[in-house]
């Protein structure tokens, strides 16, 4: 294996090997997507496009962080870019705490006067960046405080007023930031990294020579605290593609993203495919997806075609200045780029918004009647990407050949594909990673499930990806046509729609895995939200796809949580609420406990498994810790004291009337699986207690046409979708007049994009509406309902994977993206299996 430099690009060129098979989107989807599936196998190896077209710029991790995949056709010898920009260079004005702990002057005290103002006089403290909580990245003060206040004062030598520059600042949580005394960023409670914002003319006017200042205030609500921040300038860089393709469609199905583009004289299909079987655990497990490209004249005549793709070692690594390694190997008729980090620290990174930085990517195609590229053909190819700024290039333009044959840098393949006709052309390439080792389980590093126990290697996937390449894109698209007929029979066209694009992204937000007692373990990130692993009221929502398609997957998720009770390293009356960060899973590091929530979420997904399934096998296994928790809530359950639920955002909330729904259908179903395994007297026993506390439930919460959002405030109102359940499984323990007089009232309070999570604010989370409006008898309320979560969708300013979390009146994502809670859009379509 070669040593690279620093995020040195490998790029794969070649020509595909085509075959005859021609393939098509079984369904149309019309939604906009706000970013788009490319390459979704887990949460380290996850690829979006959030542009309307492919090449509007470059894909992105699921975290925002580029992850470059760039594609051209060339055609009779012009080139049409169809995927991917090239990559803009920035030249450091001030650096970001990756390049450079930068000093500056800081308070944890609020400030007297313009602390934003030039000439401002402090006494402040001294710190290097980053400022944060511990465990955050570049950490060099420790902040713990609420609030910090930043003042870094640089010298400059020229004046920037003319010049394109460009503020980039990371920040956790609400935060603003001043240049000069002019306020630039101003956020509500959110939390990004790596933001690029052009200045405006009025604050470009302000950097003038002599001494600037830029100023910040963050305030940490909950959880992590973080600031960083640092100027930069653009740099001019040439574009060697002649043309851009014209992009005619895209749609987004459950396991396949079809794109369409117009190259000249033909036609260009691409067509990533992440197959997502639920049924084939190998399948969900093997971390390789398709990309696959069809070629075909729409003149009639034969053309000269060449298709050029590159990915880049950004796949591979945490941060853009980590040493690479990379080689190029061809093994079994299969040709394979592959490229890593030199350090390897295997599963030492853990958090939110990071990626892997251990393990190896790989780009891979099938070898046919390739031929090496002539030196002429690879300093043409070359030339384009080293004038892009790609490869570090030291020579001057008059040695620059020279320099290509002296770094080799950059290993090129040419499989020609020569003169394409009528009939048309295909073939694929495939990205995959092997992550080594995936997760940390009470300490001890675990295998993902596809090598079964260390008997298949990576090598293996990819043969096996090969052999089966048709075999598996005929299922994808047998499955993909189920999925939406099934869907929009169900709730519509927009829902099925909706539940096409949030597939993939339930699925791919876990890692699957076996335990040491051959358990199969499906652990979820909570992406975006805090990085938990395997949190309990992540599982909750997502779980209506898991039990249409394979409760397996559920059992996997909720094993653990019983291993963690019944190993007595948990010993509360309840569940935990998590495992830990991804990817280390020794036990709960959230800050508080959600008890009634996390019991009844458990005890709910141990009933709805018993009923999908026609037994309740799974609950005896684990009845001791159920009756425990089931205890607990005939205790506390009814009329919640001060606590969390998993809208944990909105804070904490005591005689919340949702989730004391929460926990009574959880002692109905606890008495229900009871009955299931033949305990005829404590199934009377349970469901007897549920259906008082029902009873309760109802003179407690009723406020004349609604319920209340707490049993203590009259004229409140909440999203009563913990209900669902009451209807889905028929549990009779609720009258069906409390989920009919709800929903008359929830039409009477829908916002622009959605019905609002309840009466305190204007945000709402979809997955809760999409149970919500399961609750509806007829289905024009519930089309109306689901009709506003789509027009968010498609209207959304926030290019992000789908977010569960939006503002009603503007449409903006309030936080949370790419999370498995969507998986919660299929409870319609579970209602309706359920009731066949």
Known sequence: MKKGVTLLLSVFVLTVAWGENHYAPGKKNSLRAPSVPLVTSDPYFCIWSPYDKLYEGNTEHWTGKEQALIGALRVDGKTYRFMGREKQAFETILPM??????EADYTESEPAGDWTAVNYDQNWKKGKAAFGTKEMQHLGTGWDTEDIWIRRTFELEENLSKAPVYLKYSHDDIFELYING???VKTGYT????????????????????????????HNKENGGY????????????NNFSADAEQLSVDVLPTQTFYSFRCGPVILDVIFTSPLLADDLDLVSTPISYITYQVRPQDGKSHEVQVYFEASPQLAVHEDNQPVVYDRELKNGISYLRTGTVNQPILERKGDGVRIDWGYAYLAAPRTADREMSLGEYFQVKRHFIQNGHLPVSAAPDTLERNMLKEMNVLAYCDRMGKVGAEGKSGYVMLGYDDIYAIEYFYEPVLAYWKHQGKVDIYQAFERAVRDYERIMNRCGTFDVQLMEEAEKAGGKEYAELCALAYRQAIAAHKLLEDKRGNL??????NHSNGCINTVDITYPSSPLFLIYNPDLLKGMMTSIFYYSESGRWTKPFPAHDLGTYPVANGQLYGGDMPVEEAGNMILLATAISKVEGNAYYAAKHWETLTVWADYLIHAGLDPENQLCTDDFAGHLAHNANLSVKAILAVAGYGQMAEMLGKQEVAEKYIGAAKDMAREWIKMADDGDHYRLTFDRPGTWSQKYNLVWNKVFDMGIFPD????????FYLTKQQKYGLPLDGRKDYTKSDWIMWSACLADRPEDFR??????????????????????????EGHMMNFKARSVVGGYFMKMLEQRMNK
Do not use: M
Not at 97 to 102: G, P, T
Not at 227 to 238: E, H, I, N, T, W
Not at 790 to 802: D, M, W
């Open 182 to 184: 002019i306020q630039v």
């Open 521 to 526: 373990l499906f652990l979820s990130k909570e």
């Open 737 to 744: 007049e409390v989920a009919r007089k709800e929903v008359a």
């Open 784 to 809: 109306s309902l689901v009709s506003l979560i789509y027009k968010y969708a498609e209207e959304t300013p926030s290019r992000v994977p789908l977010s569960d979390w939006h503002d009603t009146n």
């Open 191 to 218: 939390w990004k990294n790596g933001v690029l914002l052009e200045l405006s003319e009025a604050v470009k006017k302000t950097l003038k020579p002599g001494k600037n200042v830029i100023a910040a205030h963050c």
């Open 97 to 102: 705490a990756d390049l450079e702990k930068w």
């Open 227 to 238: 600031v960083d921040f640092g100027l930069f300038r653009k740099q001019s860089a040439d």
